[in-house]
DNA sequence: CTGAAAGCGCTTACAG
DNA sequence: CTGAAAGCGCTTACAG
């Protein structure tokens, strides 16, 4: 009716300016978008037409302001072309979007001094209301500090520092590593069989050792420390122990590289030196989350539920957001996925 | 030296408790913060000891409420998983975290139509400064509305609806195809070669059809209408066709599958079918995002910077931000890189 | 069912 | 160089 109805408005309103058009208080318009505390139908309606007519969005900060909760989520990641990224990425977007909340990602570049970084965080509890937080992301004071705050946090592929009950989110990296050496051993009769480790401080890769070893020695092999070397979980530097394990002549029978992209490097160095896969050395991998089923040989590997990882830890951090509580650890099963790399078909 | 010093601190520091603290005003220490307006230098070092003592943060939406900026960016995408997601977040998340800004994603499940759903927008000018927009991601009357508003906006894949001044951010994609079927022709003397198109409203594909015209054209060989189908940019829906020509027994040199997911499809149809590529049928991609180079035989394609272009388009939207100018268009170069599908080496 | 008012934690003229 | 105060646009007791 007034003369700014036409559509010709060019600033935001705010939640005064519907109030005024639906003639009502702006604590009526809060309720009625909220729906929070009873309102008449009449007026509601009223409120809706205004707040259409004016094209209304309420200010995110605002109200997070005025209600102390940002409805917003952090992740906290390092790489953010690692090859379980995208999956990862879409579970906890999916939660999120889901559940009504926002999405702020940040990937660290590298870990700064917490002295220094402590003021200028790109997350945390000044702009969400909980983070997702990839092993590594975070160093442990700064988690500690967090935890003290009692600032809602989950860890991925992580266990909480010193004995910071932060609830986390991994695989059954053991339990799959341990099936896939066992078929190496038990279908294929592989006995020299190497382990490539994955980054320093990498968790999942200390399971996966742990698996192999465990297959071995249910096997009655013994354990040799020099076939496992450092593959790094990268496609180059798996490539650098194959080729020395080449050249000095050392017996092996198959590579389980830590993981694909480690695969592949081994595969490649392998192919470059003229040797056959499997024929000659059999190789596998974990994870199965890039496109290498298109390589020849397709590789045997180990599924981890990637996506439904992230989305389980979006979904504790919700739970600890909205009463308080998590489940402390969520381990999710692996699956042996078995393609033609180990010597099979 | 009080007795809230020693670490026990459990609930969050505001501005106030800083300047109390550092005996100062709050004005000033917002003025030591942002570093706005004169301070002296003792002042500025005890408000900062106390910024660290108290581990203080500036509250995100405080900030935002008062100072009509979020500082933050949003990125409206569709298919998180595409294949050049991860290049294109990596671009964007960088670029943005370089700025200093935050970055807000969102994943669109469906467009809902634009009557119920203007309120409930994920991202807009109610959370951020501005919105990278991939293509397809917002309907035209929002964009409109949006840049209407004023609202800093940069468009990816997409040209701006109507006579929208919003910038946009996309690849050589006619002049790529146009290369890759050139050298079809020219070296590999194929004359038989099939286009797959991409999904219905994709401007890539446009254009990359149009190189592809333009080469058969350069090359007097004529268009044929029965050499071009759908391939979805899309492994499965890429397989029909090709199985389709096959089962016709359509007469076919090469195939420039539209992207490459198509490509892949295209290259197992064959395969399976008992063809052998690229003696029997080349094939071309686009993109060379994915780890497609581990395939038998690895892809020819056209190289995207799809990275850079996220970055581009993030220093697009900064710069809107910042000085309400931008480039209307940055056209990124694409680059042919020749592998084995084509029929070379 | 509805409104007046305080307050969330900052920034920003305005004085001095 | 510094401070007092208004105001950003909401939510939330508190009254009625």
Redesign the interface.
Known sequence: MSSTSDGKA???ATIADVAERAGVSIATVSRVINETGPVAEDTAAQVWSA??EL???????????ASRR?H?LGFLVSE??APF???L??GI??GT?ESGY??????I?EIEPA?TG??R???????TDGLLVFAGCLEDVELA?LY???FPLVLLHQTPPNDLAIPYVTFENKSGARKLVDHLIEVHDYRRIAFLRGPEDQEDSYWRELGYREALEAHDIPFDPALVAVGGFNEKLAQIPVRTWLEQGTAIDAIFAGDDEAA?GVISALQQAGQRVPEDIAVVGFDDV???H???PPLTTVHAPVEQAGREATVQLLQLIQTGQAQPLVLLPTEMVIRRSCGCE
């Not at 094209?55 to 302001?65: F, I």
């Open positions: 060019i600033s935001r707040i259409a094209k209304y969005r309420p200010s995110a900060a605002a109200k997070g302001l940002t917003t953010i072309s990224f995208t999956p990425l879409r977007e999916g979007r926002s999405l702020l990602i940040h990937a570049q002295v402590a003021f965080r790109p997350l945390g509890e000044h702009n500090y003290k705050l009692g592949v890039h496109l290498y298109y390589m020849l």
